[in-house]
């Protein structure tokens, strides 16, 4: 397992511009338009609408995949391995989706989704992060900090705690995708601060055998630590995207770790069509940082988290999920005028919402004025 060394780094704007990197031709497999799906081993790219420096948020979904694969979101820039990482995990069958902050470095704003399988691509916008309050590794790509792979597979109930940068700081929120591979039984996984209790929430669910992803960002603990936990036999993947400035991130709890704000399964389930608000005490133009999962579905749909603001509830999907399995997505969603949030299900299910923080005005914008996301690339 490793631990990296590295510090985070702000990039401003002008320092970016002045590298005067060009976007960079995709050395495995080769570019594609939007107007097909992604062959095996390429990469299809789009604008990404934000300012250069930012953290673009972008929702991604693999659907209609041809084989077992994943994609993953990236700047095309010089010297960024699009195969490093990976930000969605797919299989055969029903669409994935997961969330997360993709920093736009490319000087003409363009990002780029790569598959390791033939699938088409979904990429709903949220918003961005500043980029005067984003801090990133200093190639700007995501850094795998643990690979359990690379030694052996994580024990059920096993933990590990490590710090995601030399200079993170307790309070820090951390940008990260978690990965599970290869799980031998169905569990769940988290990400939380040093120090808080490893199973008092679940950032990621799984079945067995089934590799599955989830973007989060996790507020740093004791030491400056964030710890990966595992209820089952499973490998795990850890990738830093970055931080943010500690001053502009508001945690839910004084102890860092999250608050589970709803839990439908202590009332009633959503029916579907069904929206509810629910009021999770995020200041005006505050963003609200969230892990919502889905369980006992009665069948195949969809959720959509979003700002009471937005006036098309069921435009977009924030996790897709099946009948018989949990699925998990990390967010960033506007808060309403009043502090609250909405959920829309498609389907019959319950619902999970854990609330990781709140970033402070100024940090996140969204890319339309009422807080909904905007699709920009569906290759079907």
């Known amino acids: 397992m490793r631990r990296t060394t590295d510090t985070f780094t702000r990039r401003a704007i002008g320092a970016v511009a002045a590298l005067g990197i060009a976007a960079a031709t995709i050395a495995i497999g080769s570019s594609t338009t939007a107007s097909a799906g992604v062959d095996p081993g390429s990469s299809t790219c789009f604008p990404s609408g934000v300012p250069l420096g930012a953290g673009m948020v972008v929702n991604g979904t693999a659907a209609r995949a041809a084989d077992r694969g994943f994609l ?25 989706a997961n969330s997360v902050v993709v920093p736009v470095f490319a000087p003409d704003g363009q990002v780029c989704a790569y598959s390791s399988a033939g699938v088409d691509v979904i990429a709903d916008v949220a918003g961005y992060i500043d980029p ?18 690379d030694v052996r597979k994580f024990d059920a109930g096993e933990t590990f705690c490590f710090a995601p940068a030399s200079n993170s700081e307790v309070g820090q929120p951390i940008i990260a995708n978690l990965t599970i591979a290869a799980p031998e039984a169905s569990g769940f996984a988290n990400l939380y601060p040093k120090g808080a209790a490893p199973d008092a929430t679940s950032a990621i669910n799984f079945v067995a055998n089934r ?19 595992s209820s089952v036999r499973a490998h795990v993947i850890v990738d830093v995207v970055g931080g943010v400035m500690s001053d502009r991130y508001r945690p839910a709890q004084p102890d860092n770790s999250p608050v589970r704000a709803v839990d439908t399964r202590n009332f009633s389930p959503f029916v579907a069509g069904e929206t509810r608000c629910f009021r999770l005490d995020s200041a005006p133009g505050e963003a609200v940082v969230l892990n919502v999962t889905s369980v006992r579905s009665a069948g195949p749909g969809f959720l959509n988290v979003f700002s009471p603001d937005a006036t098309d509830p069921d435009g977009n999907s924030s996790v897709n999920f099946q009948a018989g399995a949990n699925f998990a997505n990390g967010l960033i969603v506007p808060g309403g005028f009043e502090g609250d949030t909405c959920v829309f299900a498609s389907e019959s299910t319950d619902v999970i919402i854990d609330v990781s923080g709140f970033f402070t005005p100024g940090t996140f914008f969204p890319v339309s004025d009422d807080g909904s996301a905007d699709r920009v690339l569906d290759t079907r």
């Open 72 to 96: 993953n979101f990236y700047a095309p820039v010089a010297g960024v391995d699009p195969t490093a990482n990976s930000s969605v995990n797919y299989e055969v069958g029903p669409a994935v």
């Open 132 to 149: 005067e309050v984003l801090l990133t590794f200093d190639d700007g790509a995501a850094f795998r900090v643990l690979d359990s792979r």
């Open 211 to 229: 590799n599955i992803a989830n973007g989060l960002t996790v507020t740093a603990g004791l030491d400056g630590e964030i710890c990966a936990f």
